[in-house]
């Protein structure tokens, strides 16, 4: 399918009539299922409503939800068919999402430092604001998993968000329920004093299960910066940076935790590297016990860490020697995998995405160059930002290189959307509807861009993906707004030559299919009962554009 593209880029030319055509918001019967505007309790009700439905925002980040009918019909389904749901493409989902982003991440680096400070009892771990904290970030993993049975996903295979509850709790019991629910142990468990050998092993046992924490942790932050539009590499820079010190962070609290409990002295590897920072920990130890381990367990789990070798001196037991190299190798295959992600980040600049980052910038360079004024240049980005999705790749050389038959499939595929909405294509033969298809030319058009202007000749017909447009009568009336699924324009295809009778305005981004009248004429030739039908809808649309636009002369003669 070819990829024609178009940049429209004007003003509203009917402002002068008093109309600037915008998007509403939904209607209230629709968006809060009844729910008054009064009282305190139901004002509430609706906030958080508001707050639990599809973002108007998401159109930006999501395949499926691009335009504002798609939001609309998508919130009418949440709100009328499932009661309380959190949608995943919320502000509240967001919102959570940052919560546990932090929550988690304070989590792992506070139960190292419990393992490594909870033999001290004058540490500050011990200390009220401490328990309290941990009792906040304990209850905070609580409600994540009650949130998590009432929070809807996007299922890839099927290109739906899935709200049903049924579904959404066998999903989540199938992925993540295990580890948020091990992630709910309180760490103040590690404090208590007198328990079994056994229990004091199946209490750091469970506690060292929140290092798990770090795979949802993942997927929060990745969400919130798409969501957010971060940039590919600051994204990745920052996942790097975090990996990174939380894992030296927790290897290193970890390593002297287990030392400990295995019972080994301090090899003279050790005492020997004591003297580097001999300064530093004297003065730390004869002010602050705490400071001094902390400062030690950092010191010498980075000698583990970053040395190939234990040194000339071997460890004290055998337990340790498997410790130590067991520290070694693994932070070995963790700085192989971050050396592994940056090679993958500098290696982006053959990637599609890297490709859309450099065109954006010889775009911007390219503007500045010609002076452009900074409201067409911000329309120039929108539109690119939504016609490549940020990966920009050459589809027609890709499209050259397959055969015919697989040419027609990928169109159907990508066109599969507009087939199932379109009234005009429902019902009709697989080979008319594949020659169709495969005329059709898309463009996208930015808000108050001309679509269709009155009287001017016609010679193509349009079919609306995903986007609003407002049709206005010759004397700039409008009449309605046509949203995802609608088509216009189809008089030209009928009667050659003749003069458009409406203007057709986009509301919203939208993207838009155009096929021409010599492309159409040759696929509906061996279909009359089609061309029939094509031009009753026709002949209707022109009887009532012309009855709107003479009563609109009338009124306005009357008022002058």
Known sequence: MAMDTKVHITKSPFSKYGHDCTLDDLPDEFEYNGIPNKGLMNKFRRWLIRLCVVSESSKMYTHHLRSFGAIVKERQRQVLNYGFRIHPFSRAYLVWSFIMIFAIVAEIFCTALDFLLHDMENSFIYSLTW??????????????????????????????????????????????FISDLLACCPRNLLYCIGLSWAMKLLVHTLCCTKYLLIIRFHKHFKYCAEILDVNYYTYMITLVVVFTLLYWHVVCCMLKFLRHRLGSKMNRIFLRARTITHVIQEEASSSNPVLNTVLGAFYRGSLI????????????????????????????????????????????????????????????????????????????????????????????????????????????????????NVIFFRNLPINLLVRIISCLRIEVYLVNDIIIKANTPGTSMYFISTGTVAIYTKSGKEICHLEDGSHFGEIALIIKGTLRTASVIAVEVSEIYRLDQKDFVKAINPYPDLLANIQHIAAERMEVASMLDDYNKKEHSTKR
């Open 131 to 176: 328990v309290i904290l941990g009792i906040i970030i304990d209850v905070i993993f609580v409600l994540n998993v009650l949130m998590c049975f009432f929070t809807g996903y996007y299922d890839e295979p099927k290109q739906e968000v899935v709200l049903d509850s049924k579904q959404i709790a066998l999903q989540y019991l199938k992925t993540f």
């Open 305 to 420: 860490i970053y040395n190939s070798s234990y040194g000339k001196v071997l460890p004290a037991t055998e337990a340790e020697i498997l410790l130590v190299w067991f520290g070694w190798y693994a932070s070995s295959l963790f700085f192989i995998y971050i050396l592994a992600i940056i090679m993958e980040i500098m290696k982006g600049k053959t990637s599609a995405s890297h490709k859309y980052v450099e065109m954006e910038r010889q775009l911007k360079d390219y503007m500045r160059h010609k002076q452009l004024p900074m409201q067409m240049r911000s329309r120039i980005l929108i539109y690119y930002e939504f016609r490549f999705q940020k990966s920009y790749f050459r589809e027609n050389e890709i499209l050259d290189t397959i055969s015919e038959q697989l040419r027609q499939e990928i169109n159907m595929h990508a066109c599969r959307k507009l087939v199932e």
